[in-house]
């Protein structure tokens, strides 16, 4: 026997599929050269090449033991880790969401991994900042490179593949990138920083009587300052702890005041890290008793698990709904598990991080698209290695490689925020996490004050354990809600600019009795569109079929869709008249008008124009919280599960525009955010107030709201539903075809139409343009499929849909057209 049998013989030749980042439908096979078949595993990242010259990180998803017939394999250029980064319920959890969501595993690993995992020919690399790295110990090549971002300043993997003339450079990045001293994709700059208040204490030397009598004394030439001593003297007597604000709450001083006082040493700051709740509610401190309502929901819950993996807690706002959370968290951690805390936006995990903070201190962590993709990475390895033993974040989270997962709490269940609309996948937390629940054997709650339809259905069916909170914790009452007719008080003329009278009032009111009030506008920017007054002439994008929005803080006029900008228009460029007006009003409008209505309040705006960058929404809530503000008007985010104590007023500015949304869901949407904004009110021990303004005051969906009648907008919906076949009732499987010809576009869809109506029938609807039918210059037709649940196997209505697609592409005629597939949309 030859020696290159032997050889063979004993070293197996192996193969791999790999998982690439990429839009492609399968999975590629690669060879791995002997050397590596004892370090090769599932879930490691390995480097390929694929095309002609490009360079990948890809997951290994399988190992085979033979070639592939259709192409020679390729050896693998390197293996990047020493373990696992996925492990095997990451890839059930990826298998699953690329069957039922429609779309190939590559874009699923393109959302679920951190982009400093995925590396590729094009992924920028910079130098890190970190002070006290020593060059000195690094391999040559590793100097080589540090040196080249010295004077480059950025460089792509494919640069560096040039500097150092070989392909497998990823390991050496790797380690460059764990010992710091590099950073992919971008700089790191802060990281989670917890809120700090500045307490006031007064000075040693004056501690006893005669030390205030001299103080005061010596202060009679400087009355501001007397005022604000004996201010902090009074409030001494009922506070622990004293704010600058505080003093200026209770006299006429100003900060200035507070600071002299400090610079002559008279005041000492004490800086602490605090709660944004501290102080203010029962759920802060780690010691909390429920009370009786609580404690049966807690025993329901418990009960429901025990046959179950799936509870509904239906809630009110303010019920102490977090703190069951907290409790079922501690347990699962006792029992050695892991929890998962989903909330659907990152704003929330702004406020609750503190709070849970309190009760798991270093063993929680935060994971959200605002964080750098190196800190995204850094907490991915800490999930993997088990130092994190609960994780509150959005929707991304569900990516995360729990090994021990024990408890998902997915809170505000109904909000839309959970939905991924693009790119693909375009999946639900809330649904993927019930998946992720089922492969790793645990429990699942979805907490909602107002659940979504499908979420109660399945309930009331009997599917999920139900557990039901209504009553609010301690003392607070549900809000007082109030209509008012917007056509009214315009005849009474009763309307200040886009206030009514009560609302205007109740406005002065709460300042006067130093509370805040929250006012809702569901549009950002200044103006939604400008026209011309003498021939209609609307301002749009020259991108997309919307209009434009003026937005007074940059002073142009903004497409939402594209991000297209050019400035305000003073002449009309159809028929040349300066005749331009001003319609609607968006958040900036509505604070402009109440500066000028009242210019005495602090008015703070909390919208995404106000909140860009990564701590931009934590600096709005927190001023707010602080009282820095007397008013905050906002889009939805203002909805969404934030708690202010001193908030006594609610107005809702025109609540015409999310009932009358052209949307089967809309009057359920139209409920919830009104309601959930409504439950911004009172919180504490007084009651609040909610003033909503409306030109349709007798609509039934505002009548439920008043009456905190959840159960009968849900039997309204469900019977709309049935009859309209749509959830929970029917699937609905969304297909957007694009191109940049009109025409093509709506020829292509019709060709498609007609080969999903082959096998499914009156079930396909379309095509037909949607409400916004061009965005980025490509026009758009939509194909809705309509599949009932009963008698029905979805699986194979799905793959009939793929065969169909195939058949689609591989037509020329229809070459260049895009189509995306949204399962479960809206």
């Given at each position: 026997m030859s020696e290159a049998s032997l050889f063979h013989h004993d070293r197996e030749t192996l193969f791999v599929e790999v998982i690439l980042p990429l839009y492609i439908a399968k999975t590629y096979t690669y060879r791995v050269p002997a050397e590596w078949n004892e370090q090769i595993a599932v879930g490691k990242r390995v480097i390929i090449q694929f095309g002609r010259n490009k360079i990948y990180a890809a997951i290994v998803y399988r190992m085979v033991k033979e070639a592939p017939l259709q192409y020679?394999?390729?050896?693998?250029?390197?293996?990047?880790?020493?373990?696992?980064?996925?492990?095997?319920?990451?890839?059930?959890?990826?298998?699953?969401?690329?069957?039922?969501?429609?779309?190939?595993?590559?874009?699923?690993?393109?959302?679920?991994?951190?982009?400093?995992?995925?590396?590729?020919?094009?992924t920028k690399i910079v130098a890190s900042e970190q002070e006290g790295l020593d060059r000195n110990f690094l391999s040559d090549k590793g100097y080589m490179v540090m040196e080249a971002l010295d004077v480059a300043g950025e460089l792509t993997v494919n640069d560096?593949?040039?500097?150092?003339?070989?392909?497998?450079?990823?390991?050496?990045?790797?380690?460059?990138?764990?010992?710091?001293?590099?950073?992919?994709?971008?700089?790191?700059?802060?990281?989670?920083?917890?809120?700090?208040?500045?307490?006031?204490?007064?000075?040693?030397?004056?501690?006893?009587?005669?030390?205030?009598?001299?103080?005061?004394?010596?202060?009679?030439?400087?009355?501001?300052?007397?005022?604000?001593?004996?201010?902090?003297?009074?409030?001494?007597?009922?506070?622990?702890?004293?704010?600058?604000?505080?003093?200026?709450?209770?006299?006429?001083?100003?900060?200035?005041?507070?600071?002299?006082?400090?610079?002559?040493?008279?005041?000492?700051?004490d800086e602490k890290v605090v709660s944004r709740f501290a102080g203010e509610d029962l759920a802060i401190t780690t010691n909390f008793v429920f009370n009786a309502q609580q404690q049966r929901a807690f025993d329901e819950i418990k009960g429901f698990f025990e046959e179950r993996d799936v509870v509904l807690l239906h809630g009110v706002t303010a019920s102490g709904k977090t703190q069951l959370y907290i409790r079922l968290i501690e347990e699962a951690i006792a029992a050695g598990k892991n929890a998962l805390y989903l909330l659907p936006e990152i704003a929330l995990t702004t406020q609750i991080t503190d709070r849970l903070k309190l009760h798991f201190g270093d063993?929680?962590?935060?994971?959200?698209?605002?964080?750098?993709?190196?800190?995204?990475?850094?907490?991915?390895?800490?999930?993997?290695?088990?130092?994190?033993?609960?994780?509150?974040?959005?929707?991304?989270?569900?990516?995360?490689?729990?090994?021990?997962?024990?408890?998902?709490?997915?809170?505000?269940?109904?909000?839309?925020?959970?939905?991924?609309?693009?790119?693909?996948?375009?999946?639900?937390?809330?649904?993927?996490?019930?998946?992720?629940?089922?492969?790793?054997?645990?429990?699942?709650?979805?907490?909602?004050?107002?659940?979504?339809?499908?979420?109660?259905?399945?309930?009331?069916?009997?599917?999920?354990?139900?557990?039901?909170?209504?009553?609010?914790?301690?003392?607070?009452?549900?809000?007082?809600?109030?209509?008012?007719?917007?056509?009214?008080?315009?005849?009474?003329?009763?309307?200040?600019?886009?206030?009514?009278?009560?609302?205007?009032?109740?406005?002065?009111?709460?300042?006067?009795?130093?509370?805040?009030?929250?006012?809702?506008?569901?549009?950002?920017?200044?103006?939604?569109?400008?026209?011309?007054s003498t021939c209609g002439w609307v301002a749009k994008c020259v991108n997309c079929d919307v209009s434009l929005t003026y937005h007074k803080s940059s002073n142009h006029l903004h497409c939402h869709y594209c991000g297209h900008m050019e400035p305000p228009i003073q002449v009309c460029p159809a028929c040349g008249m300066p005749h331009i007006e001003s319609k609607g009003f968006g958040t900036e409008r509505v604070e402009e008008e109440l500066e000028l209505l009242l210019p005495a309040a602090r008015i703070g705006r909390l919208d995404l124009d106000s909140t860009k960058g990564k701590y931009g929404f934590d600096k709005v809530i927190t001023a707010f919280d602080d009282h820095e503000f007397d008013v905050l008007i906002g889009t939805q985010m203002v909805a969404k599960g934030l708690d202010f104590g001193r908030v006594s007023l609610i107005g809702i500015i025109n609540a015409d525009a999310m009932i009358n949304f052209p949307d089967f869901r809309a009057y359920e949407r139209a409920f919830s955010l009104f309601s959930q904004v409504a439950g911004r009110a009172g919180r504490r021990e007084k009651e609040g107030r909610v003033i909503v303004q409306t030109h349709t005051p007798n609509h039934r969906v505002l009548e439920q709201v008043i009456e905190h009648n959840y159960e009968g907008m849900f039997m309204t919906e469900v019977k709309e539903r049935k009859n309209y076949q749509y959830p929970p009732f029917y699937r609905l499987i969304k297909m957007d075809i694009r191109h940049t010809d009109m025409q093509y576009a709506h020829d292509g869809a019709s060709r498609l139409a007609s080969l999903l109506r082959a096998n499914l029938g009156s079930r396909v609807l379309g095509p037909e343009p949607p409400l916004i039918s061009r965005v980025r210059n490509h026009f758009i037709q939509t194909i809705t499929l309509k599949i009932e649940r009963n008698n029905v196997s979805i699986a194979k209505v799905k793959e009939f849909i793929r065969q169909a697609i195939v058949q689609f592409e591989i037509d020329k005629s229809n070459k260049g057209i895009r189509i995306s597939i949204d399962v479960d949309p809206y």
């Open positions: 020679e394999a390729k050896y693998i250029l390197n293996v990047i880790d020493d373990d696992p980064v996925v492990d095997a319920h990451q890839l059930a959890l990826w298998e699953w969401l690329s069957a039922y969501y429609m779309c190939y595993l590559g874009e699923v690993m393109q959302a679920a991994l951190p982009a400093a995992l995925k590396m590729a020919s094009e560096i593949v040039k500097l150092l003339g070989q392909k497998s450079v990823f390991p050496l990045l790797k380690s460059l990138f764990d010992h710091g001293y590099i950073l992919i994709s971008e700089e790191i700059k802060d990281r989670f920083k917890p809120k700090r208040k500045s307490f006031l204490r007064l000075s040693k030397e004056f501690g006893d009587g005669e030390g205030i009598r001299g103080l005061l004394d010596s202060l009679n030439r400087a009355p501001k300052q007397q005022d604000a001593v004996l201010a902090f003297l009074q409030l001494r007597k009922t506070k622990a702890e004293i704010m600058r604000q505080d003093i200026m709450e209770l006299t006429a001083v100003g900060a200035g005041i507070i600071g002299s006082l400090i610079e002559k040493g008279v005041f000492e700051v063993k929680l962590g935060v994971y959200h698209s605002k964080f750098n993709d190196n800190e995204r990475a850094e907490v991915w390895h800490k999930v993997l290695k088990g130092e994190f033993k609960v994780v509150v974040g959005a929707r991304s989270s569900v990516f995360l490689p729990f090994n021990n997962l024990g408890l998902i709490v997915v809170d505000e269940e109904h909000e839309s925020s959970y939905k991924q609309y693009d790119p693909a996948p375009r999946y639900h937390a809330r649904d993927t996490a019930i998946y992720l629940g089922h492969v790793h054997q645990a429990k699942v709650l979805l907490g909602s004050a107002t659940p979504s339809i499908e979420s109660y259905y399945n309930a009331k069916a009997g599917k999920y354990g139900f557990v039901e909170l209504k009553e609010r914790f301690g003392e607070a009452k549900l809000p007082e809600i109030q209509v008012i007719n917007i056509a009214e008080e315009g005849r009474k003329d009763q309307m200040f600019s886009y206030f009514s009278g009560a609302l205007l009032q109740g406005i002065t009111d709460a300042l006067e009795r130093k509370e805040q009030v929250i006012l809702f506008q569901n549009r950002r920017g200044h103006t939604p569109f400008v026209q011309c």
